[in-house]
Nanobody, 117 residues
Framework: QVQVVESGGGLVQPGGSLRLSCTASRTPFIVYSMAWYRQAPGNEREQVATIIWRGGDTIYGDSVKGRFTISRDTAKNTIYLQMNSLKPEDTAVYYC??????????WGQGTQVTVSS
């Protein structure tokens, strides 16, 4: 199992920015993708952004397109989520996901993001 650790959450005013980080432990298996999900109280977990480890292709949820950017540092086994123009509806616990083909998913413990004035 891959160990996954997120950081960078906090309280920010509407229109502000935050950057989340997620580091995965080294694994002998090939990581296919890493991603950010979020879950607000009473809602289902929502996929926010995904990055394909080999090649760096990215996929975004409709609600964050144009505002959030996912990136990776392959040397550090780390991904980032730059969140700009934050809205109150972005408030949620943000989870990092690592997917390895044939091995499944690993999740971090989550980091709280609160957008409020």
């Amino acid at each position: 199992q891959v160990q996954v650790v997120e950081s960078g959450g906090g309280l920010v005013q509407p229109g502000g920015s935050l950057r989340l980080s997620c580091t995965a432990s080294r694994t002998p298996f090939i990581v296919y993708s890493m991603a950010w999900y979020r879950q607000a109280p009473g809602n289902e977990r929502e996929q926010v952004a995904t990055i394909i480890w080999r090649g760096g292709d990215t996929i975004y949820g409709d609600s964050v397109k144009g505002r959030f950017t996912i990136s990776r540092d392959t040397a550090k086994n780390t991904i980032y989520l730059q969140m700009n123009s934050l809205k109150p509806e972005d408030t949620a616990v943000y989870y990092c996901n690592v997917f390895i083909r044939g091995r499944g998913n690993s999740w971090g413990q989550g980091t709280q993001v609160t957008v409020s004035s």
